[in-house]
């Protein structure tokens, strides 16, 4: 009989991780595996039961929760020979779309574990201040950041209100960042711009895909830089954002890296939808990193 680790972030994607716990467990148990349920309330309490299954490694540890749920674990994974699954229920699942999962199916994303094939997957990496944060998705730099700051520190609306008023803020105080970068070990020069997004996937955002040639394992970040704009340029943008179609634009560049410095007076790092950074930066990448189990052909 398989023996199989669960962790569950119940909280995640607003509740709905709860019920995607459920029918998990209940179609891996249907499957004849023995299921280990471990339960993260915190992230330090989801650390502690990584900590907990991997004592004695299962066949596979399957998460159950969004993007902010495999990065709060990603440095208790880093390098371990247990693949992950992942069956996403988080708000965004950038992760999941970039490896081809069923976003709406619990029960065939946890089956995975018994029946998927693995992928290695490259790791980003965030080196600030003496610390080493991995994230999987896209690190946003600059406007996109400074949205989900303030998106953060607002108390009022809730919901998705709150995250549109943000935007409007930070439309009025829209400047050109004074982005100062290095490339691979070069010297740094002065790159004023409005964002900058280094993309181990495609998409952030729940499906925006700011970095659409990214790929989970060519061992490179995607770095996309928009140039200053004016707040209407901007806006009239977005769509083409959602679409994938900005890197034709004059005032986008593109480039695949394996290491890149930044740094801004006035920086602000996110990653995975956590806060990492300020001030200053490198971003690399670790090729093959992570195993995860997916579905095969994908």
């Known amino acids: 009989m398989p023996t199989i680790s669960l962790i569950a972030n119940p909280s995640a994607g607003k509740g709905r991780a709860a019920a995607a716990t459920e029918t998990a467990v209940a179609a891996l148990r249907a499957a004849g595996a023995d299921v280990q349920v471990l339960v993260g309330g915190s992230v330090a309490q989801t650390r502690a039961s990584v900590d907990v299954a991997l004592r004695e490694p299962p066949r596979a540890i399957v998460v159950v929760g969004g993007d902010g749920t495999v990065s709060a674990i990603l440095p208790r994974l880093v390098g371990a020979s247990v693949p992950l699954v992942l069956v996403p229920a988080g708000t965004g699942n950038d992760l999941a779309r970039a490896l081809g999962l069923p976003l709406h199916d619990p029960a065939g994303s946890a089956l995975l574990a018994l ?23 896209v ?62 996937t495609t998409s952030y955002g729940g499906g925006m895909r700011i970095a659409p040639s990214a790929a989970l394992d060519d061992g490179l970040l995607d770095v996309v830089h928009v140039g200053p704009l004016r707040r209407g340029t901007l806006m009239r943008l977005f769509p083409e954002l959602l679409r994938g179609r900005h890197l034709a634009r004059p005032e986008v560049t593109h480039q695949r890296v394996s290491e890149i410095v930044v740094e801004a007076p006035d920086l602000v790092v996110y990653a995975d939808g956590e806060r990492i950074a300020e001030k200053q930066c490198a971003i690399r990448v670790r090729p093959g990193a992570l195993t995860m189990q997916i579905q095969e052909g994908e």
């Not at 989900?148 to 995250?163: E, F, H, I, K, V």
């Open 115 to 137: 029946h998927g094939v693995p992928r290695r997957i490259d790791v980003g990496e965030i080196v600030t201040e003496g610390r080493v944060v991995p994230f999987l998705t």
């Open 139 to 200: 690190a946003a730099l600059g406007f996109d950041a400074k949205v989900s700051d303030r998106t953060n520190r607002l108390r009022w609306p809730r919901g998705a209100a709150r995250y549109y008023l943000a935007i409007l803020v930070e439309l009025a105080r829209l400047r050109p960042t004074r982005f100062r970068i290095a490339i691979e070990g070069s010297p740094m020069r002065d790159a004023p711009g409005t964002l900058i997004a280094v993309g181990n």
